[in-house]
């Protein structure tokens, strides 16, 4: 069942991609990592707190090693 809105404050996979300007596979893997955590739904429609969703958007980023960085060439 996907949301036509959701409960207010809460965001959507998809919501929060568009509000943090990036794919919702980043939303994605950035849960994956532990950068930003579900705090409801299910597991296949996760909901996100919109003030988590800005902490995640500014947080510092780990890199994996072997990856690329911004400025590689």
């Known amino acids: 069942m996907e949301y036509l809105l959701p409960p207010?404050?809460?965001l959507t996979t998809?919501?929060?991609a568009?509000?943090?300007g990036v794919q919702p596979a980043t939303i994605r893997d950035w849960v994956r990592r532990g950068i930003?955590?579900?705090c409801g739904g299910t597991?296949?429609?996760?909901l996100y707190r919109l003030a988590d969703?800005?902490?995640a958007?500014?947080?510092a980023k780990p890199t994996r090693h072997g990856q690329r960085?911004?400025?590689a060439a």
């Open 8 to 10: 207010r404050g809460l």
């Open 14 to 16: 998809k919501l929060a």
């Open 18 to 20: 568009l509000n943090c």
């Open 36 to 38: 930003l955590t579900p």
């Open 43 to 46: 597991p296949k429609r996760p």
């Open 53 to 55: 969703v800005e902490a």
């Open 57 to 59: 958007r500014y947080a």
């Open 69 to 71: 960085g911004v400025n």
